[in-house]
């Protein structure tokens, strides 16, 4: 009797606390910041090969992004950062497979990416153009019809170049003769300079520290091919994300108002690129 007056007792109490759990907000029951704090360490998805933004120098990944994320760290003391250099075809799957907590590398943002992503402030712009080989055949945008030209496979940039194929059919019948996909811009760039491809799309601030050391290779062709697009960092768009992604964009924006963001521009672009710290715009590509 007594065991079953205790059954009556406890049973309905355990249930209530059942349910109050399956309520309670994921937010607050697994949220990631706070995760991220308590046990001392984030880990960060970049891919570094794709300089000056994030590349390997001396075994260690540095940068214009690595500059920013350095920065901004100082803001989480005793939080220790495992920074993995990942293929970037594999980056953003494994963002959403919950394999890494944030993505610090440079992220075009597009419609698509912004549905499934959550993205911080921009910290550079990434609007699309051509490098080809000085002295070449291409001059204009429109010269690629029909020739061979290369970008990143699964990148913004590849995008930018489809549509801008679209676009050279669509007014004047005549697209560009092959898209050539590439795991990364090394060898997209190693191809136009032996004359494999006759053009390469790749975003401008990438270009531009290209075309500086290489200058009696390379050129870039304007305008540009796409339109005005930005780089940003990622996360996963869901509730448990929401602080974190706030935390980063809230680093970029603090940054870019201080004008230290334009210091480091300066530092590796050798231009600075004016960008909104309030928002990210809304894309259009």
């Not at 939080?79 to 799957?93: A, K, S, T, Y």
Request: hydrophobic share 45%; proline share 5%; glycine share 10%.
């Amino acid at each position: 009797m007594m065991l079953k007056a205790l059954a009556r007792t406890l049973f309905p109490s355990l249930a209530v606390a059942i349910l109050l759990a399956a309520a309670m907000p994921t937010s607050v029951r697994a949220d990631v910041l706070d995760t991220i704090k308590q046990r001392g360490q984030i880990t960060v998805a970049t891919e570094a090969r794709f300089a000056p933004f994030e590349y390997v120098e001396n075994g260690k990944i540095v940068g214009f992004g690595s500059d920013l994320l350095a920065e901004i760290m100082t803001k989480l003391p005793g939080v220790r950062v495992e920074q993995l250099d990942l293929p970037w075809q594999g980056i953003l799957p494994g963002l959403a497979a919950g394999k890494f907590d944030f993505v610090a590398t440079s992220v075009t943002v597009t419609k698509e990416r912004a549905e499934r992503y959550a993205f911080t402030v921009p910290f550079a712009e990434a609007t699309v153009a051509l490098v080809v080989r000085k002295g070449g055949a291409v001059a204009k945008p429109e010269d690629i019809a029909g020739k061979v030209v290369g970008s990143q496979a699964g990148s913004g940039q590849l995008q930018a170049l489809r549509d801008y194929d679209a676009r050279l059919k669509r007014d004047g019948g005549r697209g560009i003769g092959e898209i050539k996909e590439y795991v990364d811009f090394d060898q997209a760039y190693a191809d136009l300079g032996t004359g494999r491809i006759q053009a390469v799309a790749q975003s401008l601030p990438n270009l531009a520290p290209l075309v500086k050391q290489r200058g009696d290779v390379f050129a870039i062709v304007q305008p540009t091919i796409g339109p005005v697009t930005y780089f940003a960092w990622a996360g996963r768009k869901d509730a448990d994300s929401v602080s974190l992604v706030r935390f980063f964009s809230d680093g970029l924006a603090a940054l870019n108002r201080s004008g230290r963001m334009a210091e480091l521009q300066r530092k590796w672009f050798g231009f600075t690129m004016d960008v909104p710290a309030d928002k990210m715009p809304e894309p259009t590509m």
